[in-house]
């Protein structure tokens, strides 16, 4: 039994987010209470395919213990992408490459029916739509449905979308039209009966953008393609035109005289398309939406922060809410603290993702739209344009295989990664690969690859890397750690710096700093912690590592001394996994260190912020010298 799993809990929306938490509090055996408007699971289409990331979707499934179920349902295969001209030319493609990606596609349908199965009938109560929640004044909260029955709860959560009657609550805000609107539609069986359509999309996504517009497509299961025309627009166009989707050979011909600048090839998307067409209106809540605590109520989801689609992340920041606050819920001594733990890294969280969604809208529909790159391509480079990438695999003693990837050529760099695993700093290493050559090593257990029993410390790790620049004569080498591949770095350089020019710790794990409060980095627990995030194999890697102390040294801190090669300690301005002032006392630690602060990034700001890390780091290698003559061992 856990300290709430007395309480009355109400999650309003059986969407993904809230579906999520009741999966997780259920694992916890916390009972709750699912109300959904729909009258049944089948009332209306859930929307297209989406993509779940490490740290997002897949990190909630996880701890929802559903690996399996996900794996049956998600589709390794359409990860790819393409940019297109509007003239139906392939500017640049992503393809997709089974086993080297993390982001797999998954139906919204299949996703919501797999989350459902998972839940002890009875848990949703299916057409009770909420007319109205206020709080009483024992400080419960009543809930009025629309069918005129009440019932009354300890706490209650908003996962009921972007016009949650649940947030008048908590704020007075109110979702904002962006200025583009989707008109939506698609194409069934298309590799039998549309194949130069299959085959323009691909297997995955299609954008193509021109001013002010864009034709984007997206592979979906059973042979579906789903197309959004994008148009930026004022709201009440309909009544204006007189479009209709009630008449969809007028709305063809309506888009078609949109595009008629497309090539034919992509206005085929238009002509072959079913009769099934719907208008949706982009909205989103003021980037940065966040209101003061209220005991008894919450929100997740789009609730919480609607942001447009460009960033990918609507479905993934729900499900880690999800996850955080059922982490906390279970964890907490009292709702209350639990409430007040999970709201405060969800603002900074979804601040910075608002603040992606906003920018990449506003470049991908824009006047100038084809100059910009689609925001979908924006934490991975294509092939053509990225430095070519090798992988070796090195074999040291007692059965240790270690893999390591590099491109580039140059000054040599060794990325190491957290949790989340290479694909984490996959954007800084193509980005540093222009001037430099990188290597990243995948560490032992990590996505998969064999760790031999006894190969079980941070200083097996750290002497590891020590021995490959060894073997592989590297010198001047710049050690750049992320996360807990920040502690590896911090301890490879107390051990030697022979090698090393340089040290560059980006919210690095490992130290322990007795006035300042506990980082939330203990991996024996599923506590909002980035241990948890990354994938289940990761997590039990991690744990053979650490063990159940925590992802830290306590006598670190002092060795810091040691080392006097530069040093530079980037940290995201919002990290609450570990708080900027662990970084800073990292740099008061480092002898030749200084500090820099990312603005809107929180504990991964390679990856939210990646043009400022960039930025930094290039500068840090530029101040470095690089002897004219290196030392040979």
Request: charged share 20%; proline share 7%.
């Amino acid at each position: 039994m856990t300290p709430n799993s007395s309480a009355r809990i109400a999650i309003i929306g059986a969407g993904p987010g809230g579906l999520t938490l009741a999966r997780i509090l259920q694992t916890r055996h916390i009972p709750v209470t699912v109300f959904e408007r729909e009258k049944h699971p089948d009332e209306r289409p859930q929307g297209g395919s989406l993509d779940l990331h490490p740290e997002g979707g897949q990190w909630a499934l996880h701890l929802a213990g559903l690996d399996e179920p996900f794996q049956r349902i998600a589709r390794y295969e359409d990860q790819g992408m393409r940019r297109l001209s509007k003239e139906g030319k392939v500017l640049f493609e992503i393809k997709p490459d089974e086993g080297s990606q993390n982001r797999p596609e998954v139906d919204r349908t299949a996703l919501r029916a797999m989350l459902l199965n998972s839940l002890t009938p009875g848990v949703v109560r299916w057409g009770h739509e909420v007319r109205s929640v206020r709080q009483g004044g024992d400080g419960t909260y009543e809930i009025q449905f629309a069918h005129g029955t009440t019932e009354v709860f300890d706490l209650v959560i908003g996962a009921d979308g972007a016009w949650s009657r649940v947030r008048p609550l908590l704020s007075s805000a109110t979702p904002t039209y962006t200025g583009v609107t989707f008109l939506e539609f698609g194409l069934d069986d298309v590799d039998q009966q549309h194949p130069a359509v299959a085959q323009l999309v691909g297997h995955g996504g299609m954008f193509a953008p021109a001013a002010n517009k864009g034709l984007m497509a997206q592979r979906n299961g059973h042979g579906h393609i789903r197309v959004y025309a994008c148009l930026r627009i004022p709201l009440g166009w309909e009544k204006a035109t007189g479009f209709t989707p009630e008449q969809p050979q007028m709305a063809r011909e309506w888009l078609l005289n949109q595009f008629a600048d497309y090539d034919e090839s992509l206005l085929a998307l238009i002509r072959e398309c079913n009769d099934q067409f719907a208008v949706r209106p982009l909205f989103m809540l003021p980037v940065g939406h966040r209101w003061s605590f209220h005991p008894g109520v919450t929100l997740l989801g789009d609730a919480a922060h609607l942001m447009s689609p460009f960033s990918g992340q609507g479905v993934n920041l729900a499900m880690r809410d999800a996850a955080e606050l059922a982490c906390a819920m279970s964890e907490c001594k009292s709702l209350e603290e639990a409430v007040m733990t999970y709201e405060k890294a969800m603002f900074a969280r979804a601040e910075i993702a608002a603040r992606g969604a906003e920018e990449g809208l506003r470049k991908a529909i824009a006047p100038d739209g084809a100059d910009h790159l689609p925001p979908v391509f924006q934490d991975q480079k294509p092939a053509a344009l990225s430095a070519p990438s090798r992988t070796r695999r090195e074999a040291f003693a007692d059965d240790l295989i270690l893999r390591v990837d590099e491109q580039g050529n140059g000054r040599p760099l060794l990325i190491l990664h957290g949790v989340a695993g290479p694909q984490s700093v996959s954007g800084l290493a193509e980005g540093l690969a222009e001037q430099a050559h990188v290597f990243v090593p995948t560490h032992p257990g990590f996505e998969g690859e064999p760790r031999p029993e006894w190969f079980n410390s941070v200083d097996d790790l750290a002497f590891t890397y020590l021995d490959l620049l060894d073997r592989l004569d590297l010198h001047d080498v710049v050690v750049i750690g992320c996360s807990f591949g920040g502690w590896i770095a911090a301890e490879l350089a107390v051990h030697s710096t022979t090698r090393l020019g340089g040290l560059i710790l980006i919210d690095a794990a490992g130290i322990k700093v007795d006035e300042l409060p506990q980082p939330m980095t203990r991996p024996h627990t599923a506590n909002q912690t980035e241990a948890a995030r990354g994938w289940p194999a990761n997590l039990e890697a991690l744990r053979a590592y650490v063990g159940p102390s925590g992802l830290w040294n306590p006598k670190l801190r002092r060795r810091l001394r040691r080392v006097n090669i530069p040093a530079l300690c980037l940290w995201g301005e919002h990290d609450t996994i570990v708080p900027p002032d662990y970084g800073r006392a990292y740099a008061q630690s480092l002898p030749n260190a200084r500090f820099e602060l990312i603005p809107q990034a929180g504990h991964h700001p390679q990856r939210e912020q990646p043009e400022r890390v960039l930025t930094q780091v290039r500068t840090f290698l530029n101040s470095v010298a690089v002897p004219s003559a290196p030392m040979k061992r």
